[in-house]
């Protein structure tokens, strides 16, 4: 039976891999070396021509990256790359938690400076190359440091809580882990922006002024009660722009990027807010959660039916069956369904931005909307013009065209 779950494995992977080049092929196919009439008024030709140099690039970097990460993978899988880790990390203790943890540190650390290189190039070549990088050899390696610090705490304290439930209570062990998570989902949603970010960028509160004034005066008028407007130093890394909400109730916030209120004026900016609220307005934020939380369930719940399986550890070389091998296993089998849950997400995901875009629309102004798209997309040298196909599986906001399509319809 192991055998046959090895070799599923290795055929979810190239099925997966597969299915990426050829979406990726589709998207590149959309392209065109002369302006599309239906960008005109957006883009200008010299613009356009570096949009398309831009997604041409990141297309021939994917493969790259893409093709390594399945030979890396499928090299580790034969050689029984997983069951020796195990055998190292036995080596250095029997008991179940502390294996586990020195088992993950030592993949996930090893695939990250494996990666390195990639990353360096992704951020100091073609991030540069188009104008977008402003992260320093300095922000990048520390960003790295805190970055596997905050991954040894938090992953490390959630796989030994729920290996500890396993060894504790059994064929049960998944309703106490899907509590846990899901309430370490509920705490990062809540306080993410106030713990997490300042870690990595400054945040401070906007300043007082005519943006600000205008911000308040239309949360007044849709009866949204914000308190908590700030602007971080997005420019520390890159000049993309962009926005985010966060939190829940008394602790929710709204995160302006500084690049953001350099490339757009007021209106345009508080119609980006609009459309940010719009989200919290509609319960979007809410059922999301509640979505990830449901998700988290149905995952250990299935998790629990087979983990204990001693096939599962034989499937990676292992002649010592143990719940992290059996995890590292399950996640393999288990990507289709996620890939499936993930296409219903996105569908969902790319209704909700459709219902937010009109909250804007009615609440606010639509066309000074449409313009901040427009220049958003214009600055981060968008694909305007991607597959349908490739926008099913990848995309979870509607593209440009049909996002400015929709909203027209309250402009008049």
């Given at each position: 039976?192991?055998?046959?779950?090895?070799?599923?494995?290795?055929?979810?992977?190239?099925?997966?891999?597969?299915?990426?080049?050829?979406?990726?092929?589709?998207?590149?196919?959309?392209?065109?070396?002369?302006?599309p009439?239906?960008?005109?008024?957006?883009?200008?030709?010299?613009?356009?021509?570096?949009?398309?140099d831009?997604?041409?690039?990141?297309?021939?970097?994917?493969?790259?990256?893409?093709?390594?990460?399945?030979?890396?993978?499928?090299?580790?899988?034969?050689?029984?790359?997983?069951?020796?880790?195990d055998?190292?990390?036995?080596?250095?203790?029997?008991?179940?938690?502390?294996?586990?943890?020195?088992?993950?540190?030592?993949?996930?650390?090893?695939?990250?400076?494996?990666?390195?290189?990639?990353?360096i190039?992704?951020?100091?070549?073609?991030?540069?190359?188009?104008?977008?990088?402003?992260?320093?050899?300095k922000?990048?390696?520390?960003?790295?440091?805190?970055?596997?610090?905050?991954?040894?705490?938090?992953?490390?304290?959630?796989?030994?809580?729920?290996?500890?439930?396993?060894?504790?209570?059994?064929?049960?062990?998944?309703?106490?882990?899907?509590?846990?998570?899901?309430?370490?989902?509920?705490?990062?949603?809540?306080?993410?922006?106030?713990?997490?970010?300042?870690?990595?960028?400054?945040?401070?509160?906007?300043?007082?002024?005519?943006?600000?004034?205008?911000?308040?005066?239309?949360?007044?008028?849709?009866?949204?009660?914000?308190?908590?407007?700030?602007?971080?130093?997005?420019?520390?890394?890159?000049?993309?722009?962009?926005?985010?909400?966060?939190?829940?109730?008394?602790?929710?916030?709204i995160?302006?990027?500084?690049?953001?209120?350099?490339?757009?004026?007021?209106?345009?900016?508080?119609?980006?807010?609009?459309?940010?609220?719009?989200?919290y307005?509609?319960?979007?934020?809410?059922?999301?959660?509640?979505?990830?939380?449901?998700?988290?369930?149905?995952?250990?719940?299935?998790?629990?039916?087979?983990?204990?399986?001693?096939?599962?550890?034989?499937?990676?070389?292992?002649?010592?069956?143990?719940?992290?091998?059996?995890l590292?296993?399950?996640?393999?089998?288990?990507?289709?369904?996620?890939?499936?849950?993930?296409?219903?997400?996105?569908?969902?995901?790319?209704?909700?931005?459709?219902?937010?875009?009109?909250?804007?629309?009615?609440?606010?102004?639509?066309?000074?909307?449409q313009?901040?798209?427009?220049?958003?997309?214009?600055?981060?040298?968008?694909?305007?013009?991607?597959?349908?196909?490739?926008?099913?599986?990848?995309?979870?906001?509607?593209?440009?065209?049909?996002?400015?399509?929709?909203?027209?319809?309250?402009?008049?």
């Amino acid at each position: 039976m192991y055998q046959i779950i090895f070799y599923v494995i290795i055929g979810i992977l190239v099925f997966d891999y597969i299915l990426e080049q050829f979406l990726d092929y589709l998207n590149a196919t959309k392209r065109s070396s002369h302006l599309p009439s239906e960008l005109e008024g957006i883009y200008d030709t010299e613009k356009y021509k570096k949009s398309q140099d831009y997604d041409r690039v990141n297309h021939k970097f994917s493969i790259l990256t893409s093709s390594f990460n399945l030979i890396l993978i499928l090299v580790f899988l034969y050689f029984s790359g997983f069951a020796l880790i195990d055998s190292f990390a036995r080596s250095y203790s029997s008991n179940p938690i502390l294996v586990a943890l020195i088992f993950f540190g030592i993949i996930m650390f090893a695939s990250d400076i494996v990666h390195i290189p990639f990353s360096i190039y992704d951020t100091f070549i073609i991030e540069e190359r188009f104008g977008f990088n402003k992260t320093s050899v300095k922000t990048f390696v520390f960003d790295k440091i805190k970055g596997w610090i905050i991954a040894a705490l938090i992953g490390g304290g959630l796989i030994s809580l729920i290996i500890w439930f396993y060894n504790s209570v059994g064929d049960f062990f998944w309703i106490y882990a899907w509590i846990v998570v899901s309430l370490f989902t509920l705490f990062m949603t809540m306080f993410y922006t106030s713990l997490i970010v300042p870690l990595f960028n400054k945040l401070k509160p906007l300043e007082d002024g005519d943006l600000k004034d205008a911000i308040t005066s239309f949360c007044i008028g849709v009866d949204f009660k914000l308190d908590n407007v700030f602007v971080m130093d997005g420019s520390k890394r890159s000049t993309k722009a962009n926005a985010y909400f966060s939190g829940l109730g008394k602790k929710k916030k709204i995160v302006l990027f500084d690049t953001l209120i350099e490339k757009l004026n007021k209106e345009e900016i508080v119609a980006v807010l609009a459309h940010e609220i719009g989200h919290y307005k509609k319960k979007h934020t809410l059922s999301s959660l509640f979505s990830s939380i449901l998700q988290t369930g149905l995952t250990f719940y299935i998790l629990s039916l087979f983990v204990g399986n001693p096939d599962l550890s034989k499937a990676l070389g292992s002649t010592i069956p143990s719940f992290h091998l059996g995890l590292i296993t399950f996640g393999f089998l288990y990507s289709p369904i996620s890939t499936i849950i993930g296409l219903f997400m996105n569908v969902i995901s790319r209704k909700n931005e459709y219902a937010a875009d009109q909250f804007a629309s009615e609440n606010y102004k639509g066309i000074y909307l449409q313009d901040a798209l427009k220049k958003l997309s214009v600055n981060n040298l968008s694909n305007l013009t991607p597959h349908p196909l490739y926008v099913f599986f990848n995309y979870s906001h509607p593209t440009l065209l049909q996002r400015l399509k929709f909203i027209e319809k309250f402009n008049k």
